[in-house]
């Protein structure tokens, strides 16, 4: 399973920008996906989290202005940002958890590469 990011870029603060991610592989299904981030000197952290019943989990820090949103079909997870700030500036790497793959005993999680989002103000 390999999961493959891309949307991040640069942008000014108040723009928006759209991270997607696809999940290739034998994926049964994907309990939660969802997108972390980690600034320069700083723990990685959730922003945003959405499982396959739909019910989402949005950090305090992005609630209202971030939107995730999944197709299932695709086995892609998507996080719609707007109203960006610079505090946003971060790699943000996309993450399955609990992810049931054919052929493979268990759940596994996974991790994409990383995309990088540059808010400049």
């Known amino acids: 399973v390999q999961l493959q990011a891309s949307g991040g870029g640069l942008v000014q603060a108040g723009g928006s920008l759209r991270l997607s991610c696809a999940a290739s592989?034998?994926?049964?299904?994907?309990?939660?996906m969802g997108w972390y981030r980690q600034a320069p000197e700083k723990q990685r952290e959730l922003v945003a989290a959405?499982?396959?019943?739909?019910?989402?989990n949005i950090a305090d820090s992005v609630k209202g202005r971030f939107t995730i949103s999944r197709d299932d079909a695709k086995n892609t997870v998507y996080l719609q940002m707007n109203s960006l700030k610079p505090e946003d500036t971060a790699v943000y790497y996309c993450?399955?958890?609990?992810?049931?793959?054919?052929?493979?005993?268990?759940?596994?999680?996974?991790w994409g590469q990383g995309t990088l989002v540059t808010v400049s103000s």
């Open positions: 592989g034998r994926i049964i299904r994907a309990d939660t």
């Open positions: 993450n399955a958890n609990n992810v049931y793959v054919a052929g493979l005993h268990g759940v596994r999680t996974y």
């Open positions: 959405l499982t396959s019943g739909g019910s989402p």
